[in-house]
């Protein structure tokens, strides 16, 4: 975060009429400049909705983790937050 200098886990919404994983990809490219074309696998990690954990509004979570061949770009880059974090 550039407020706190400490490091963050990026997020964002789902817009009106995407899919989670559409949400996924646009936020990496978005947030950190991570294009999920070259990503073999995406996969859900967990959904996560306890109303308690966010006091401004009840919000779910989906968690993924995201797989890159040895040999992606991805992997020579050092992945970077963009202005809107």
């Excluded at 490219?29 to 859900?44: C, G, H, N, R, V």
């Amino acid at each position: 975060r550039k407020d706190t200098d400490q490091l963050a886990t990026m997020g964002g919404f789902v817009d009106v009429g995407e899919t989670i994983e559409s949400a996924v990809k646009r936020e990496l490219m978005e947030e950190m400049q991570i294009d999920l074309s070259t990503a073999t696998k995406m996969k859900l990690v967990g959904v996560y909705s306890d109303p308690r954990r966010d006091n401004r509004r009840h919000t779910a979570s989906a968690v993924f983790s995201v797989h890159f061949e040895d040999d992606s770009d991805i992997l020579r880059k050092h992945p970077h937050a963009a202005d809107d974090v």
